[in-house]
């Protein structure tokens, strides 16, 4: 083997590796977010996991993406972590499919029709096809982008395997090989080979191409093929880097399941193999074919026999990466993840149930600061002034993350959704400031001992407890996305605007009286201020509903459908408001 031999080799690796990159992205496109959604959500079983995990690998052939994709659905809390061990394993077996598809570039043809299943044959129409495709149709260019993929790769295999014939007659390079029938040293070599090329499909490919040479056998295939699963894991470890504690798990668990794959099996096979005075096979020589088969059988068998102690893979996982002292989960963020954002659905999605979180954080703070209004104690303050910081941070986050949604390529849906949630994040923050506010005139009047007379006191109660329901009747709807529930929500402001009103009024007549001193009645009117604009927060929450509802088109249609509402449940909802919180 010359210089020019190895100059092919590299080239055909290179060309081999950009063609299975880019027919794979081409599928992720083509496939849309289907495949990433039933990641997500149709994994209640391990079984199921391990299906869908294998569909999914198989179609974009990366174990590799897949478990990444997963670490991110465990990382954001979309989904638990035994549910992605099912997930890592079918991953697992998923792989395996690049390795038939390598086995195309054997077909051999003959004449007549059999000429037509040449791989050269094949190749040709399904380029001519490819650029075809690309170039003159918008629709299509993605499959074309699939088909043009594949020819790279099958072009790099083709070229793999004529640099590499001559090494038949080296007698070097089979002294090396038969090294490699070590077992040990045979896992080794798979492993940092396959850790260096960051992709166990292109390590099988690989080992695909050099049973051209005619000296790769059984004993010498099998240890590779066992250090090959376990040098993939390093992709998906690279991401626990920066992942909770969760992710941290399920990126190990990705090299457990593989560690013990070989250690298990491959310790079984070399004992009944050393027991039995050694199988016939294990001389043979090696094709493409049989390269494909042992691999595929090989992990089929791993996760069979692993698939029973999934639970103890699990409590093994978390023994291993034990949890830290964890905050209270009031605390914490939801993590919005990074790798979505090439897929806006599962993006939108982990945004929706960020900002869920946050409009369950805002609620708390109102809670927070009534009760230190009613009853101050330096804990509620605190902890009203918590959800305050924890809405700005997410309005700070949420709202970036939204903005780099945005600039990818959006369904009309897709893009309703993303307003909606711009539009509503900064109501949901100023709710909490609004609490801080009431916070402080609660503190202020702790320590200056102020004491509102009693008509005061009740006044205050009806208010807190219509902003109240209010609020309940905001999250509600909006995380239903019930846009009718706005006749009552807007009718609640409305009367808690009268209450307002009408306590401000009082306030002023038991000034005149000396009922109350201005001392006593300094924050008051702050207080009543506060009250009523978050009563006003959660109408504009409603609104924004409104104007991305699927059966409007914009502002004018929501006012129409206000209006409509107005004549009818609105007028009627304002009544039986007026008449249950009166002063």
């Known amino acids: ?91 697992i077996l998923g792989t395996s499919i690049t390795g038939w598809v390598i086995v195309l570039s054997s077909l051999e043809g003959g004449s007549g029709i059999a000429a037509l299943l040449s791989t050269a044959t094949m190749m040709g129409i399904v380029a001519v096809a490819g650029i075809l495709l690309r170039t003159f149709s918008k629709r299509r260019s993605n499959v074309g982008d699939i088909m043009l993929g594949f020819v790279v790769l099958m072009v790099g295999i083709d070229l793999m395997s004529s640099s590499v014939a001559p090494l038949s007659q080296s007698e070097k390079f089979v002294s090396i090989l038969t090294m490699f ?152 963020l939801l993590p919005l993840e990074e790798r979505f954002l090439p897929y806006p659905p599962l993006a939108i999605s982990q945004s929706k149930s960020a900002i869920f979180d946050m409009a369950k954080k805002a609620v708390k703070s109102v809670y927070c600061c009534f009760e230190a209004l009613n009853n101050y104690s330096t804990e509620m303050f605190e902890k009203t002034a ?23 390529s959006l369904t009309k849906e897709q893009n309703a959704d993303v307003f909606k949630y711009l539009h509503t994040l900064a109501d949901f923050e100023r709710i909490t400031d609004r609490a801080m506010n009431i916070a402080f005139i609660a503190r202020d009047n702790h320590e200056e001992n102020i004491i509102y007379s009693e008509q005061a006191g009740k006044e205050l109660d009806v208010i807190t407890s219509a902003v109240r329901e209010a609020l309940d009747l905001t999250i509600e709807a909006y995380t239903q996305e019930d846009w009718k529930s706005d006749g009552r929500i807007v009718a609640l402001t409305a009367s808690i605007h009268n209450l307002c009103g009408a306590a401000e009024l009082n306030h002023v007549k038991r000034l005149q009286a000396g009922e109350c001193s201005l001392r006593q009645g300094a924050g008051f009117g702050e207080l009543l201020t506060n009250l009523e604009r978050m009563a006003v927060h959660c109408s504009k929450i409603i609104r924004a509903l409104q104007e991305v509802n699927p059966n409007s088109y914009g502002i004018h249609a929501a006012n129409a459908i206000k209006a409509s509402l107005k004549d009818n449940n609105e007028g009627k909802a304002f009544e039986e408001y007026s008449a249950k919180y009166v002063i």
């Not at 996991?49 to 994709?69: D, E, H, N, P």
């Not at 941290?248 to 250690?263: A, P």
């Not at 305050?388 to 949604?405: C, F, P, Q, S, V």
């Open 1 to 91: 083997m010359d210089i020019s031999n190895l100059f092919d080799l590299l080239c055909g690796i290179s060309l081999f590796m950009f063609g299975m990159a880019f027919m794979g992205d081409g599928l992720k496109r083509v496939a849309g977010s289907k495949l990433e959604t039933l990641l997500a959500k149709l994994t209640n079983t391990p079984l199921k996991g391990i299906l869908l995990g294998t569909g999914v690998t198989a179609v974009i052939q990366s174990s590799s993406a897949t478990s990444v994709m997963t670490v991110g659905f465990v990382n954001s809390g979309m989904m638990k972590f035994r549910q992605a061990i099912g997930i890592i394993m079918g991953a």
């Open 386 to 408: 918590k959800y305050e910081k924890l809405a700005d941070r997410y309005e700070n986050d949420i709202g970036t993350y939204l903005m780099r949604i945005s600039r990818r």
């Open 181 to 332: 029938s070590n077992p040990l040293l045979g896992i080794l070599v798979g492993a940092a080979f396959t850790a260096v090329l960051q992709s166990a499909s292109a390590s099988v490919g690989i080992l695909q191409t050099l049973t051209a040479t005619g000296v790769i056998t059984f004993s010498t295939a099998f240890p590779i093929l066992l250090g090959i699963s376990i040098g993939a894991a390093v992709p998906v470890l690279l991401t626990a880097l920066a992942a909770s504690v969760e992710g941290k798990r399920t990126s190990c668990v990705y090299l457990l399941i593989n560690v013990l794959g070989v250690v298990v099996v491959g310790s079984m096979f070399y004992i009944i193999n050393a027991s039995t005075g050694g199988f016939s096979f294990m001389s043979i020589t090696m094709s493409k074919v049989s390269i494909a088969a042992v691999n595929t059988l090989y992990r089929l068998v791993v996760i069979i026999v692993l698939f029973p102690f999934i639970g103890l893979i699990e409590k093994f996982t978390c023994f291993i990466i034990k949890d830290k002292t964890a905050e209270e989960p009031d605390e914490q």
